[in-house]
């Protein structure tokens, strides 16, 4: 043994003992072996039946729940290395506590739960953001004032999640954020499964509710998915009985005292009809809506429920307005929303999209559709400044 290692072993006298022995001295080197931090003594002829206690040095650092090791049936050794794992018989505890696994266990499930309690709860029925896009879309005019949009979608009327005093708040949000004009771009009614809400809200409540908007260029609505499957006479009753024009396959000239005059055109839903799950039929009707706007030089927005008709919406058109998607309603970390009614998938699931100079803005919704969950993408109003010198980045408020 050279002089560091018996320095080294005299150090560890005080906390390192040999069972079924005296403490050898350091120099009897037939007697001790110091490999790898590893301090052991070879039994004699006499011991070799007995059982040798190997303490490594790592035993003071090792990890919480890490027992000691009993070797067992030790040959008669000079050196750690001799030993063979053909000879041993090892006994290892687990490494792991039944105590640490609980722990482990009931933090795993307290988180779950949370999350799952957001989910449900939390983000559905109390959050509310106001997300921004500025876009200066093509043929609008370079140098016109900025005109602001505020964008209702997917409202989803119903008990629990969207009860009337819910709607009353996004109401007034939106009025604070001094609107030029306010779109609804359509399903006002319940698209939760039944057997997760608690009572429906009646179409005159949530109208009268929507009766509240005020925006000096007025209030326009289109119609959704939903409102066709709940009832659409109704539907569009509660609408226009509280003064709510409701475009399909309709366009009305906007003029503006101190802005461009434009043209703000509704396409009818595009699966109004609903014959099995994803086998649909619309009423939209682009070439005839488009056909029914002058080739006069003002621009042109596009209300559409679904954005998937933005394949083949025409040059003419400088921006299309969707909802429906709900943003994905779920958005999971580093893989974004598992389902989307969309064929396009995540291509048209949400935000702002640029394809061949042509502009679409898809909104997040307000409400939940078949279950009442929400996570990573928090109901919203959204608001549309159209103007010169401006970003198509979102901002969230």
Known sequence: MSDAEMEAFDDLKATHSIRNGTTPSVRDQSQVGAVDGVVTRAPSPAQSHQCLQVTPIWETIQPRGLQQVDLVGLPQLNSWRSLKPTSLCWKIQLLTSRRSFLKLFGAVSLATFGLASYALAIEPRFRLRVTRYKVLPPRWPTTAKPLRIVVIADIHACEPWMP??????????????????????????????????????????????????????????????????????????????????????????????????????????????????????????????????????????????????????????????????????????FIGPPIIN????????????????????????????????????????????????????????
């Open 342 to 397: 969309s064929a396009y998938g995540q291509r048209f699931a949400y935000g702002h999209v640029v394809e061949g100079g042509r502009h679409m803005v898809v909104s997040g919704g307000l409400g939940v559709s078949w279950l009442p969950v929400r996570f990573g993408v928090s109901p919203e109003i959204m608001v549309v400044d159209i103007g010169p010198k401006t970003g198509s980045r979102p901002i969230e408020e």
């Open 164 to 333: 009337v005093s819910r709607i009353d708040e996004i109401v007034a949000v939106s009025n604070s954020l001094q609107p030029d004009i306010i779109l609804l771009l359509g399903d006002y009614v319940m698209g939760v499964l039944p057997r997760y809400a608690t009572g429906i809200v009646p179409d005159t409540v949530w109208g009268n509710s929507l009766s509240k908007l005020s925006a000096p260029l007025g209030c326009h609505a289109i119609l959704g998915n939903h409102d066709w499957w709940h009832g659409v006479d109704s539907v569009r009753a509660a609408l226009v009985d509280n003064g709510i024009p409701v475009l399909e396959n309709t366009a009305t000239l906007i003029r503006q005292q101190d802005g461009p005059s434009f043209w703000l055109a509704g396409l009818g839903d595009q699966w109004a009809m609903q014959f099995s799950r994803g086998v649909y039929k619309g009423v939209d009707d682009l070439p005839g809506t488009m056909a029914a706007i002058p080739d006069d030089g003002n621009p042109i927005l596009l209300l559409a429920h679904e954005p998937d008709i933005f394949t083949t919406v025409p040059d003419r058109v400088s921006l299309t307005l969707c909802g429906h998607t709900h943003g994905g309603q779920v958005r999971l970390p």
